[in-house]
């Protein structure tokens, strides 16, 4: 199996025979799939636990609200019993925030070892920079690349006007 | 043993000065490689990876804490890795110390990830309090690049555990205080409170929305308004509120919520409204700095892989999570962790600070 994801990603790297252009090249390819892969995870925990993320999201918000309420009421006795509601409210909104950070993030770092393993003492000169940069700099902006590559990709064939409601959703999620 | 055996950074630099054999404490090169890319390190079996980071994500997405103490257990101990760190305090000190460094940073993966998308979903719906933030954020980067240089490369797997230890008997501290009568009467009376405010509230109608609007800012006083409310906070407490919580998140390798909400909220009295995405920022810009620090000043090198197997686990708990807490009543959950955290806690702690453990691990 290894072999199989390994012949994969190193024809990534041999798109042009330029050695520079193929390394930009390839490593911004897998990024691409890491988001790709990610993003379809994402979705799937999302799907799953829809429900219980927005009872708590809309628990945080009531109690969010209900504290910004109490503060314009200038009642400072419930202003201090919502806060610490909403304390407790958002250490769940946001470990459970994590579970889908690690869906949608997970494919990240087998990339990272996949890279380790055959570039860890190389390090690239950048482009316009009298500067080089290990594999873990040169993923990371491909990563972040990708991922506005993705999300604008997305806005553009997926979020038409029929399914915006939905898709923001989806989209605020995560 | 004369060679890196391939080995990048600090790990390669100490393999290259570790006896060859295959003893304690030896690097056998012929051995096959384990975590890290070392030979002869632990093989972590990555079925048990999954396993416990389900457990971790189960934790995570149940309680709303406590996991990223239970993300360093499974480094420490259930991987093998901190056992296999102490075999080098007298051959390879420079070994024990920077395998230290890598189970940090590799605890800060985990837990610090948390925060990624919570910041930019607080970011687009503008519910960051940028004063607030800057402040914070600024000790952050001074408190999380001080801890990780100073410590950086410094700290036996020894002293880390013994901290550790301390760190997990604080947060069983906490935990106790929840379940106590006095700690379960004062969240009796917030919910009552709550719940009466939440009536009153439906008679007189909702009060319009207007989120957060910074007003001035100052060295001393930052001034901002929240649904029309003016609130001020002193910009300098808020960064050395950062810099200590940093420092303290990056030296035991966790991600720092834990500590930074109650501060907002309890010792600068700020709104959750605006606590929960600035918190999730100072979270954020600690763990990068943090990290890079470790990685690049120290030269902590990582396990990707295995980073990666356990957040497989952690997103399969936390769809487990939310399907069997309905089973069980958080007070008992609560009572479940205070017992596993004193545990640990004292575990760790007289293992790193005395040599032997006064529990069994």
């Known amino acids: 199996m290894a072999e199989i994801f390994d012949a994969i990603f190193i024809s990534l790297y041999r798109l042009t025979g330029n050695p520079l252009w193929d390394y930009f090249i390839g490593t911004f390819l897998l990024a691409l799939l890491s988001v790709l892969v990610g993003q379809g995870t994402a979705f799937l925990v999302l799907s799953a636990n829809r429900n219980h993320l927005e009872n708590l999201d809309s628990r945080f918000a009531t109690l969010s609200r209900l504290t910004a309420s109490a503060m314009e009421m200038g009642d400072m006795q419930s202003y201090k019993s919502l806060n610490k509601e909403a304390n407790d409210a958002y250490g769940q909104v946001f470990f459970n925030r994590f579970g889908l950070s690690a869906a949608s993030l997970w494919p990240v770092f087998f990339a990272l070892a996949w890279m380790q393993e055959h570039f860890a003492h190389i390090l690239i000169p950048i482009p316009f920079l009298d500067s080089k940069a290990n594999y873990f700099v040169i993923f990371l902006g491909s990563y972040i690349m990708a991922r506005i590559f993705f999300s604008r990709a997305r806005r553009h064939f997926v979020d038409h006007p029929g399914q915006s409601a939905e898709s923001s959703t989806v989209l605020n999620a995560r | ?361």
């Open chain 2, 1 to 361: 043993m004369g060679s890196d055996l391939g080995l990048a950074g600090k790990i390669g630099d100490a393999v290259k000065n570790a006896p060859a054999g295959k003893g304690k404490g030896q690097i056998d090169a012929n051995a096959p490689r384990g975590v890290f890319g070392i030979p002869g390190a632990p093989q972590v079996n990555y079925m048990l990876a999954i396993l416990w980071a389900t457990w971790v994500g189960w934790i995570f997405s149940t309680v709303g804490a406590f996991g990223g103490v239970m993300a360093g257990v499974g480094h420490m101990s259930v991987y093998g890795l901190g056992d296999y760190a102490r075999t080098f305090k007298d051959t390879v000190p420079a070994l024990n110390r920077t395998l230290t460094d890598s189970i940090r940073t590799s605890n800060q993966w985990l837990v610090g990830l948390s925060s990624i998308l919570s910041v930019i979903n607080y970011f687009k719906s503008k519910r960051l309090s940028w004063p607030l933030g800057l402040a914070l954020g600024a000790g952050s980067i001074v408190g999380a690049f001080s801890a990780a240089s100073l410590s950086g490369g410094k700290v036996s797997f020894s002293q880390y555990q013994g901290w550790f230890g301390f760190f997990v008997l604080v947060v069983a501290g906490f935990l106790f205080y929840e379940t106590t009568p006095r700690g379960q009467a004062s969240k009796k009376a917030a919910k009552a409170a709550a719940q009466a405010f939440e009536q009153t509230v439906k008679e007189k109608g909702d009060v319009c929305a207007l989120g957060v609007c910074a007003k001035d800012w100052g060295i001393t006083k930052s001034t901002f308004t929240f649904f029309g409310s003016e609130f001020s906070f002193n910009p300098i407490w808020a960064f050395f509120g950062g810099v200590v919580i940093a420092a303290i998140s990056a030296f035991i390798g966790v991600g720092g919520g834990f500590l930074y909400v109650p501060y907002l909220t309890t010792f600068v009295g700020l709104p959750m409204y605006i606590v929960a995405g600035t918190s999730a920022l100072a979270v954020f810009i600690s763990m990068v700095t943090s990290i890079t620090t470790y990685i690049q000043l120290a030269g902590a090198g990582m396990d990707w892989g295995l980073v990666g197997i356990q957040l497989i686990g952690v997103f399969v708990g936390s769809m487990i999570g939310p399907r069997t807490q309905k089973y069980i009543p958080d007070i008992w959950l609560k009572r479940l962790f205070i017992v596993l955290a004193l545990y640990v806690g004292i575990g760790y702690f007289t293992k790193g600070f005395f040599g032997q453990a006064w529990v069994p691990m």
